[in-house]
Nanobody, 114 residues
Framework: EVQLVETGGGMVQPGGSLRLSCAAS????????MIWVRQAPGKGPEWVST????????YYADSVRGRFTISRDNAKNTLYLQMNSLKPEDTALYYC???????RGQGTQVTVSS
């Protein structure tokens, strides 16, 4: 059974940083591109970033490029999202997905507020 468990969210002031993790199990993690998606209150899902299966290629939404960094550790079956220079508009539920699959974890809440 595919399982994705996101952790690392919290409340932070504007300009702060957080590191999200997504622990994957139930599939061959190293074979899949992985994606971070976020959903703000009252809005639809927004793609944030993608990393290819080997970790050599990364892609970012314009809204986060230069501030967020996606990475993965295939030995630990874990996906990461380092978020720096956080803004109030980054407030959302963040969750990870594997490419081509609609299943997702429960997500981790990020709140950026002074």
């Amino acid at each position: 059974e595919v399982q994705l468990v996101e952790t690392g969210g919290g409340m932070v002031q504007p300009g702060g940083s957080l590191r999200l993790s997504c622990a994957a199990s139930g599939f061959t993690f190293s074979s899949y591109d992985m994606i971070w998606v976020r959903q703000a209150p009252g809005k639809g899902p927004e793609w944030v970033s993608t990393i290819n299966s080997g970790g050599s290629s990364t892609y970012y939404a314009d809204s986060v490029r230069g501030r967020f960094t996606i990475s993965r550790d295939n030995a630990k079956n874990t996906l990461y999202l380092q978020m720096n220079s956080l803004k109030p508009e980054d407030t959302a539920l963040y969750y990870c997905m594997r490419s081509g699959d609609a299943r997702r974890g429960q997500g981790t809440q990020v709140t950026v507020s002074s």
